[in-house]
Nanobody, 115 residues
Framework: QVQLVESGGGLVQAGGSLRLSCAASGGGFSINTMNWYRQAPGKQRELVAT???????NYADSVKGRFTISRDNAKNTVNLQMNSLKPEDGGVYYC?????????WGKGTLVTVSS
């Protein structure tokens, strides 16, 4: 069983930066595809960024060039560096682990971007 705990959310002004972290436990971290999702009020949860077990990354078009996902397999963590934040980036950010089709979720961390 994989447990995921997010941290780093908060209130930031538009144009600012935040760094989210997700700590994983339960073993096997290095084989997981790790994802960050977000959900704004009244909207569906959307995939923001992905890092594969091999380190390949993908981003939603809306965050390309501003967000960077990274993983540290030695520390069992995945981070999301968010720069040039916009009010529409606000929402609850969830860490997700996908292990051979089985998904695990954290409880989320709230990001609020003021204009």
């Amino acid at each position: 069983q994989v447990q995921l705990v997010e941290s780093g959310g908060g209130l930031v002004q538009a144009g600012g930066s935040l760094r989210l972290s997700c700590a994983a436990s339960g073993g096997g971290f290095s084989i997981n595809t790790m994802n960050w999702y977000r959900q704004a009020p009244g909207k569906q949860r959307e995939l923001v960024a992905t890092v594969s077990a091999g380190g390949s990354t993908n981003y939603a078009d809306s965050v390309k060039g501003r967000f960077t996902i990274s993983r540290d397999n030695a520390k069992n963590t995945v981070n999301l560096q968010m720069n040039s934040l916009k009010p529409e980036d606000g929402g609850v950010y969830y860490c997700n682990a996908n292990r051979f089709g089985v998904e695990y979720w954290g409880k989320g961390t709230l990001v609020t971007v003021s204009s």
